[in-house]
């Protein structure tokens, strides 16, 4: 896993009362499956999840109700996942949002390539829950377990 340079810092909300206190989190992919791969173990994480099929769908999401995490695919038709970061980075009310980016290019390139477009943190598919669990944890509050 990769971590982005501090250019940025982004902040975790308190979940709101309309997610029942559980971190909202906004998986944004163009492979229906891994969408539902994801709310599945990030459901079992305790875990508020919507899936969003690309850029498009995601920022509809996003101005219905700002996740307190954004877990972002590169690779999708249309609005890449680079593009789309660099989108909610120009919105002011979305510059703290911890984004995770999720993605099969993995080279050293790629990984910089998202953390200078705005991602805070790369993770390499496939991967396990447990790198899952590590990447989220710097952007969970205090005193949170996973």
Same mark, same amino acid.
């Given at each position: ?55 498009? *769908? ?12 954004l877990m972002v ?15 909610? *980075? ?17 080279? *050293?390139?790629? *990984? ?35």
């Amino acid at each position: 896993m990769a971590v982005a340079p501090r250019l940025r810092k982004p902040t975790l909300r308190v979940p709101s009362s309309s997610s029942n206190g559980k971190l909202r989190v906004l998986v944004v992919d163009d492979e229906v499956a891994f969408g539902n791969v994801m709310r599945e173990v990030l459901d079992s994480f305790g875990m508020d999840v919507r899936v969003a099929v690309g850029a498009t *769908q995601a920022l509809a999401e996003m101005r219905r109700e700002a996740p307190d995490l954004l877990m972002v695919d590169v690779m999708m038709p249309e609005v890449d996942g680079l593009s789309l970061i660099r989108m909610v *980075q120009k919105e002011p009310g979305w510059l703290g949002i911890p984004i995770i980016v999720a993605s099969a290019r993995t080279g *050293q390139a790629d *990984q910089n390539e998202a953390l200078f477009a705005g991602a805070d943190a790369f993770l390499a598919k496939p991967f396990t829950a447990d790198e899952l669990r590590k990447a989220l944890r710097p952007f969970l509050p205090s005193g949170t377990n996973l």
